[in-house]
């Protein structure tokens, strides 16, 4: 049997501006078990305010005094995690209700088994504060090739509107009986591209950082394939790509300091074995903004956050910069 170890993500999920905004999310996330990637800190602790999504029952709002969280997690995906609360002193876990795979640490966090766990009697604000719990998930070490081509049927399929608890972490607030919110993020292995041997090739020119690029793939291998990934500096291998009949067939390339590229209608591809589609990268599309700063002290903060929106960006491989003019008016009176 084959096993691969997915330590990390490529992920695309919905950021909340602050931990009181998080009413309620579902998160989904692909990731290619054969790929290393850094993973992204926001990935590491999940953000679930106690309270409800329900009328006069949210974060903060007047409502119950205490919630009940039921927690489902998936142990082909996690081994567990680390469920750490902000807003709650040792004494107020101590008088806390678990049932299941959990338990308090000396750390003042619950480490979290899998399957189903109950964490009764969470009061709904502590000093006129939302407590909020932090969820770090932790990864299995492997995924065996069943559990891989199950996931791949999975993504291709779309299952962001599961509700049979598969695939990640849920986690559900419940006022008695009644279920108030719902936190969910799920993660589905997809094929992963590339191999050894005589094959088909994707050829990356004018990588200008020389960074390992996110290449997204419409093509045909028998049946039509979507969103394949494989990443690259340069070329990678690509198997068999068969001449795209019926199917659609897209290249699309995400890289640092470079624009991100399309390119729909891609004809390189024939069912013999051999060919290299060469994807020639643009420069980095730069978007002039005129900045107008009416209060003198404030300069720096537009100018640090500028600095912060590219760094931003450019991680995430938009292909797009902000070249920014900064004009100080504070001393006009006009």
């Given at each position: 049997m084959r096993y691969f170890r997915p330590l990390v993500f490529s992920a695309v999920l919905l950021l909340v501006p602050s931990t009181t905004m998080a009413i309620h999310w579902d998160l989904f996330y692909r990731f290619c078990p054969e790929e290393f990637?850094?993973?992204?800190?926001?990935?590491?602790?999940?953000?679930?305010?106690?309270?409800?999504?329900?009328?006069?029952?949210?974060?903060?709002?007047?409502?119950?005094?205490?919630?009940?969280?039921?927690?489902?997690?998936?142990?082909?995906r996690f081994q567990g995690a680390t469920l750490r609360f902000e807003g709650l002193t040792q004494k107020h876990l101590a008088q806390l209700q678990i049932k299941g795979d959990a338990k308090i640490t000396d750390?003042?966090?619950?480490?979290?088994?899998?399957?189903?766990?109950?964490?009764?009697?969470?009061?709904?604000?502590?000093?006129?504060?939302?407590?909020?719990?932090?969820?770090?998930?932790?990864?299995?070490?492997k995924f065996d090739a069943a559990t891989q081509e199950s996931d791949a049927d999975k993504s291709s399929a779309d299952n962001r509107n599961e509700a049979d608890g598969s695939g990640g972490i849920d986690i559900s607030q419940y006022v008695g009986n009644f279920r108030v919110n719902s936190f969910r993020s799920r993660y589905y292995a997809i094929p992963c591209r590339g191999g050894t041997g005589s094959e088909d090739r994707l050829r990356l020119t004018n990588n200008t950082s020389g960074d390992t690029a996110i290449a997204m793939l419409d093509d045909r291998t028998g049946a039509c394939?979507?969103?394949?990934?494989?990443?690259?500096?340069?070329?990678?291998?690509?198997?068999?790509?068969?001449?795209?009949?019926?199917?659609?067939?897209?290249?699309?390339?995400?890289?640092?300091?470079?624009?991100?590229?399309?390119?729909?209608?891609?004809?390189?591809?024939?069912?013999?074995?051999?060919?290299?589609?060469?994807?020639?990268?643009?420069?980095?599309?730069?978007?002039?903004?005129?900045?107008?700063?009416?209060?003198?002290?404030?300069?720096?903060?537009?100018?640090?956050?500028?600095?912060?929106?590219?760094?931003?960006?450019?991680?995430?491989?938009?292909?797009?910069?902000?070249?920014?003019?900064?004009?100080?008016?504070?001393?006009?009176?006009?």
């Open positions: 990637i850094e993973i992204p800190g926001f990935l590491e602790d999940i953000p679930i305010p106690v309270g409800c999504e329900v009328i006069d029952c949210c974060p903060g709002c007047p409502g119950p005094p205490f919630i009940d969280w039921r927690i489902n997690i998936d142990k082909t750390k003042g966090e619950i480490a979290l088994g899998t399957g189903e766990i109950r964490i009764s009697g969470l009061p709904a604000e502590m000093d006129g504060k939302v407590p909020v719990g932090f969820v770090t998930p932790k990864a299995v070490d394939n979507n969103d394949l990934f494989t990443r690259t500096a340069g070329t990678a291998g690509m198997g068999n790509i068969l001449s795209n009949g019926s199917c659609r067939s897209t290249v699309s390339v995400f890289s640092d300091d470079n624009a991100m590229s399309y390119e729909p209608n891609v004809t390189t591809w024939t069912d013999a074995i051999g060919d290299t589609h060469t994807v020639n990268l643009q420069p980095i599309i730069t978007v002039p903004v005129s900045v107008w700063v009416a209060n003198n002290a404030q300069l720096v903060v537009a100018q640090n956050d500028f600095a912060n929106a590219n760094l931003l960006y450019n991680q995430n491989n938009t292909g797009i910069q902000f070249n920014p003019t900064f004009n100080d008016v504070s001393g006009n009176a006009a």
